[in-house]
Structure formats: C-alpha cells, structure tokens
C-alpha cells in the first residue's frame, strides 16, 4: 500500500490527494469552477469507476495485445508506435483485476510492476527523441509517476511538459507545476503556474493562483503523513 490508512487523519489526507489528483488528471478545473465535470481522469483510468478494469476478457486481450508490442519492440527497438502501444497496454493492465485495490484506491505490487515496465517503456520511446511526443499516452505517464502511482515526480514534470505543450490550458499548466513543486523544480513550477493563471477565465485567475501558490507551500502534492 501507498498510504497507511489506518489513522482518521490519514485517511483525509489520502482524500485530499485523490481530489487533488482529480484537478490534476480531470478534463477541466472542475474544483476552480472551470470547464464540465471531471472525465477520462485518474479513477476511470485505472478502473476506479470500472469495476475492475473489464473483467477477465479486457485483461486477456490487454495480455495479447502486450505481447504483440513486446514483440514488436524487441524486432525494431526504434519503433516508437511499438513502444507507445507497450507503454499504453502496460499501463492499462496496472488497474486490472487484483493490480488495483478498489477499497482503498491505491496499486497493489503486480500493479506497481506494471507501472514500473510502462516506464521502462517510456523511458524507450523518450530515448528516440519524437519531434511531436504522443500527449495521450503521457497523460497517462503522468498518473503513472503521480502519488498513487511510482511517485516519480521528476518523471512526472517530463511527461506533463509534453501534455502542456501539446494542449495549452490552465489545467495543464496546473499540473506542470504541482509536479514541478513537488521535483523541487521551483522555477520551472513558478512559470507553470504564471502560464495556468494567464491561460484560466478571468473571473478564475484569483482561484487558480490560489491553488498554483497551494502546491508551492505545499511543494507539490499535499503529504501523506497527515494528522
């Protein structure tokens, strides 16, 4: 387990990361009043709100289609489409089945092993140095190196930089930063924040600066060592 849930402080402060994870990961700054409901985020990607991940069949054909790019990967080790497929499928099977504990919202240790070889695969493909990096699969390194995930935020500014390059926003930027803060990249998360206040609503830039100076004090996502 990622967090020892034992304590009733404890337990609001692993609550407080999963609704910082929500901003984080969501479709839009759901908690500044900005933009829909939150979707496609953290929860239904590991399989939160999925029971599961699918059941046995998904798990199956997430194995087949594992092998399949592993194969790829091995043939052509410069295959970035082989090596995106692999890091996706990887990630995919870390919230399926026994992987992910429903109950208590965090990895077991065949999903961290997942997670694990979805960055070994990442790390591949960034080794190629792709003009246009695929922002859909480092959005889903970016949960991957989250709190929850391998708690990797160095790994995690370098994956959240392509999503905010690829799709300039106030939520993108917001998450650049809070990991940036959390790598102890002070600077580089004092522009990300700047760039989340300037691209957000006017009426909102007060919250957002809220949050962005939030994450500084914090430095980056809240403890898990909460009273």
């Known amino acids: 387990m990622l967090f020892d849930l034992r304590g009733r ?11 910082t994870l929500a901003v984080l990961m969501g479709g839009g700054l759901v908690l500044f009043g900005i933009g ?36 790829r990967a091995r043939a052509n080790p410069r ?17 399926q089945g026994d ?13 961290r092993k997942e997670l694990a070889q979805a960055a070994q695969s990442w790390s591949s493909y960034l080794a190629l140095e792709p003009k246009n990096p695929d922002p859909n699969v480092a959005t889903l390194m970016v949960q991957a190196f989250s709190p929850v995930g391998l708690n990797r935020p160095k790994d995690g500014v370098t ?21 940036a803060y959390a790598a102890k990249q002070t600077r580089k998360g004092d522009l990300a924040g700047r760039k989340a206040v300037e ?5 909102q830039r007060a919250a957002v600066k809220s949050q962005v100076d939030a994450a500084k004090t914090q430095g980056g996502f809240p403890s898990a060592t909460g009273q």
Not at 36 to 61: H, P, R, Y
Not at 99 to 111: C, I, L, M, R, V
Not at 199 to 203: E, G, Q, T, V, W
């Open 159 to 179: 994956a959240a930089e392509i999503v905010a390059d690829a799709r300039p926003s106030a939520q993108t930027y917001y998450q650049l930063a809070v990991f």
């Open 36 to 71: 829909g409901s939150v979707s496609g985020g953290l929860f239904d990607a590991v399989g939160l709100t999925g029971g599961g991940g699918g059941g046995s069949s998904a798990n199956e054909q997430l194995v087949k289609q594992e092998k399949a790019a592993l194969r």
């Open 99 to 111: 992987n992910f504990d429903q109950d208590t919202g965090t990895f077991k240790s065949g999903g």
């Open 9 to 19: 402080g404890r337990r609001r402060t692993v609550q407080a990361i999963y609704l």
């Open 199 to 203: 691209l957000a609503p006017s009426a």
């Open 79 to 95: 295959d970035p489409a082989a090596l995106i497929t692999l890091t996706r499928v990887r990630y995919q099977q870390a919230g």
